[in-house]
């Protein structure tokens, strides 16, 4: 596979702005084993003229674009319980979203599509509005969005566009010709997007072990509160499970795309208007709210038009402000750095599949069998 002007795969994010880039159509995205998408050159159509290569943003000398020399920093929360449950923080993007739609704007964030696969999509409606909501820690498809995001702007609508710093700092480059103010950004605070393959391989394996395909999934449900994020699957059998082993892959840092092992925007130097992520920590603060396990959203405010965006939804939203030392996290630092064990990982993965090592490297041992037992018996009882 040809990369543009030879990049590494650590060098490439995957955004497709390459793709749309191109005056000569002469790239397209293709998956490598990990289901990662990289630009492959057509040599035939490739004049060599380098403009894919210049506006890469995925670069180690990006300085930040954003007004402010630093963000204004809250910590925030739905007030309707039912809205803060359905999302994975506070809920701030959802605020945010039916504001923009309130407006006549469109959205775009990123949802379960056809077989569970992510994907970035397009929500005009609010009733649409539930499929954009929750973490998916697995690299979004975004074929065809930049352009579509850059249409309705050229048609002057106002867009609000969600997705993680690498997306959006690529998209705004390529937007930047357009009339400012109508292209309003939302960086979701990142620990590195999962491989596409091994979240398609899980999903097969689940079906295959309970007979039945799946009817929902949450990648990350509250069900257990908000620090105990789970998996939830539901089969057409009516079978639904509990498990952590695709998180656990995750967060043991097996999965993550190369590139996100070497992130340039892991610091307070943000790419979009307002950054979104999970409050963590907030039980070291000296802050007496919010400490009922629901879910607090960290609100990072990076430019004017993110604050008079957040403003204008705060009457629905509890916030508290802070700054930034309470919140502090990893990725506010540094690039998550890759498992110890990664390449071996990898290499049987290539060889001998997802189930192999799901069971070497994943935790299907007895503690992680005593939590499900926990879980489930949690479950029986709130039903
Ligand atoms: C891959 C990933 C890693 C994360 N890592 C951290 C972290 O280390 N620390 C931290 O504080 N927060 C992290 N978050 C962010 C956090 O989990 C919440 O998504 C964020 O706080 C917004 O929550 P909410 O309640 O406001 O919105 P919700 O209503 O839950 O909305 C979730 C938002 O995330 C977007 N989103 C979901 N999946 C993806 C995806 N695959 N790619 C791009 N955008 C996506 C949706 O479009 C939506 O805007 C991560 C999120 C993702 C997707």
Request: a positive charge; glycine letters at 8%; charged letters at 25%.
């Amino acid at each position: 596979m040809l990369r543009v002007d030879n990049k590494t795969l650590k060098e490439c994010c995957g955004c497709t702005a390459c793709v749309i880039s191109c005056p000569f159509g002469a790239v397209k995205m293709g998956p490598d084993a990990l289901g990662f998408k990289y630009p492959v050159i057509n040599n035939d159509l490739c004049t060599n003229c380098g403009k894919c290569f210049k506006d890469c943003q995925f670069v180690k000398s990006y300085k930040g674009f954003n007004d402010f020399e630093e963000p204004l920093v809250y910590a925030a929360r739905f007030k309707d319980e039912k809205k803060l449950r359905e999302s994975q923080s506070g809920g701030v993007f959802s605020a945010i979203a039916e504001a923009i739609l309130a407006r006549g704007g469109v959205v775009y964030g990123v949802a379960y599509s056809e077989n569970y696969k992510i994907s970035h999509c397009k929500i005009t409606k609010k009733e649409a509005l539930n499929s954009i909501k929750g973490s998916k820690y697995v690299q979004s498809n975004l074929d065809g969005i930049f352009l579509d995001v850059i249409n309705e702007l050229k048609n002057d609508k106002l867009v609000l566009f969600s997705g993680v710093p690498c997306q959006v700092e690529n998209l705004r480059k390529q937007t930047e010709r357009l009339k400012r103010g109508k292209l309003i950004t939302i960086d979701i605070l990142c620990h590195g997007v999962g491989a596409p393959k091994v979240w398609e391989d899980y999903l097969h394996y689940l079906e295959i072990k309970y007979s039945s395909s799946l009817q929902n999934v949450n990648m990350r449900n509250k069900l257990l509160g908000w620090k105990g994020g789970i998996e939830t699957y539901t089969f057409k059998n009516k079978k639904r499970i509990i498990t952590e082993s695709y998180l656990y892959l995750y967060f043991s840092h097996y999965i993550q795309r190369e590139s996100c092992f070497n992130c340039p925007y892991t610091n307070l130097k943000r790419v979009g208007d307002i950054s979104l992520g999970d409050f963590w920590h907030w039980e070291k603060t000296s802050h007496q709210e919010f400490r009922d396990n629901k879910g607090i959203s960290l609100v990072l405010i990076n430019s004017s038009i993110g604050k008079e965006i957040f403003e204008e939804v705060s009457g629905s939203l509890e916030i508290i402000p802070s700054n930034t030392e309470e919140c502090m996290q990893n990725v506010l630092r540094k690039s998550v750095e890759p498992n110890i064990k990664r390449n071996v990982f990898l290499k049987d993965y290539n060889k001998k599949g997802f189930k192999y090592v799901a069971y070497k490297y994943g935790d299907m041992g007895f503690i992680y069998k005593t939590k499900i037992f926990i879980a489930k018996i949690f479950s029986m009882f709130k039903q």
